[in-house]
């Protein structure tokens, strides 16, 4: 932008990209922060209501209970409804390490979490997919996808040479890409 009355900013179009682009990189790192936070949160309440039934003897209806309380002391915040305390529960029970919510479970946003809970029962399998989806971006839609056609299986399943063949990166790209070609077409 050359503008007359201030010819001190001829570089202000690339400065504007810049502080833009450093805008965009904050937003994606703060949702990010969030969503490792949030994840952490409910498996710390999931935690909570695991030792609470095994100590207390708490049934399900506490869970209800539960769910009603916090709505009506967080009515702004979203997440605390009956099911979602229950996907709270099962994650804490899935992954009981904390560890592994910092390491691992906390890159990816909690629906794909529940996802997981919901469709994979095998723990070296979920592990997989998070893994896959942390490499590939995948989102929900995504990721559901990839379990309906059985992606772990057929990966494991493929059998070629190029991990003895090639390095390491280039078998990676080719064993990823003989799996992909076996994806139905819709």
Known sequence: MTDPLFPELSNYDAFLSTLKQRIRTAQVQAALAVNRELVLLYWQIGREILERQ???????????HLAKDLKREFPEMKG?????????????????DESFVHQVGGQIPWRH?????????????????IQQTIENGWSRAILEMQIETRLYERYGNAVTNFSQTLPKPQSDLAQQLMVVSELPVR
Do not use: H
């Open 54 to 64: 095994q100590q207390e003897g708490w049934g399900t209806k506490v869970i209800e």
């Open 80 to 96: 605390f409804s009956r099911t979602n305390l229950l996907y709270m529960r099962a994650f804490a029970e899935a992954y009981p």
């Open 113 to 129: 979490n529940c996802v997981l809970l919901d469709r994979i029962k095998s723990p070296e399998q979920r592990v997989w997919y």
